[in-house]
T-cell receptor
Framework: DTEVTQTPKHLVMGMTNKKSLKCEQH?????MYWYKQKAKKPPELMFV???????INESVPSRFSPECPNSSLLNLHLHALQPEDSALYLC????????????FGSGTRLTVV | KNEVEQSPQNLTAQEGEFITINCSYS?????LHWLQQHPGGGIVSLFM???GKKKHGRLIATINIQEKHSSLHITASHPRDSAVYIC???????????FGKGTKLSVKP
């Protein structure tokens, strides 16, 4: 298995909803990343997990809460989002942090209404 | 000024043409990546370079560490090559990528 799988592919949520994005890989990669991408912009790093520990948090608002329950799974819990949080959320993994190639998921397109 | 600059921003080519996309960076790096993003959103990693040149099919990537410059070449371009091509760099061991703004390539039949 050489893929990063993200679910759901599309999500529409209200500003009072709680939802979660899921990212899964079975390549034995020990670093996992969340990126946010607005239209026609490059991805922006949100969080990095290395060996299931949060190693980088790029000053992301607390309405985004990451979780790495095991080495294959990365979640992003969403609560009380704003319409400006609508974006493509990309997950990626790499064998280790910063030294190897990356595998990206196909993303979750989130719309906050 | 962005740490990673790409040119051109937009590129339209006829099928069969040779295409070059350039990337310059202003920081020390441990590796440079070329990525491809189709309209659906998913990103595919094409190359990771720390020196020299790599080739995969019709794609060739080169890097000049002294000049802090990399190029991505596509030979015999095809409409299915239409996508956004993104240059990104690793700084040290932090793991996070610094992205260029991307080059939108459109190949016409």
């Amino acid at each position: 298995d050489t893929e990063v799988t993200q679910t759901p592919k599309h999500l529409v949520m209200g500003m009072t909803n709680k939802k979660s994005l899921k990212c899964e890989q079975h390549m034995g990669h020990r670093a996992m990343y969340w990126y946010k991408q607005k239209a026609k912009k490059p991805p922006e790093l949100m969080f990095v997990y290395s060996y299931e520990k949060l190693s980088i948090n790029e000053s992301v608002p607390s309405r985004f809460s990451p979780e790495c329950p095991n080495s294959s799974l990365l979640n992003l819990h969403l609560h009380a989002l704003q319409p400006e949080d609508s974006a493509l959320y990309l997950c990626a993994s790499s064998p280790s942090q910063g030294r190897d190639g990356y595998t990206f998921g196909s993303g979750t397109r989130l719309t906050v209404v | 000024k962005n740490e990673v600059e790409q040119s051109p921003q937009n590129l339209t080519a006829q099928e069969g043409e040779f295409i070059t996309i350039n990337c310059s960076y202003s920081v020390g790096i441990s590796a440079l990546h070329w990525l491809q993003q189709h309209p659906g959103g998913g990103i595919v990693s094409l190359f990771m370079l720390s020196s020299g040149k790599k080739k995969h099919g019709r794609l060739i990537a080169t890097i000049n560490i002294q000049e802090k410059h990399s190029s991505l070449h596509i030979t015999a371009s095809h409409p299915r090559d239409s996508a956004v091509y993104i240059c990104a760099v690793n700084r040290g061991s932090q793991g996070n990528l610094i992205f260029g703004k991307g080059t939108k390539l459109s190949v016409k039949p």
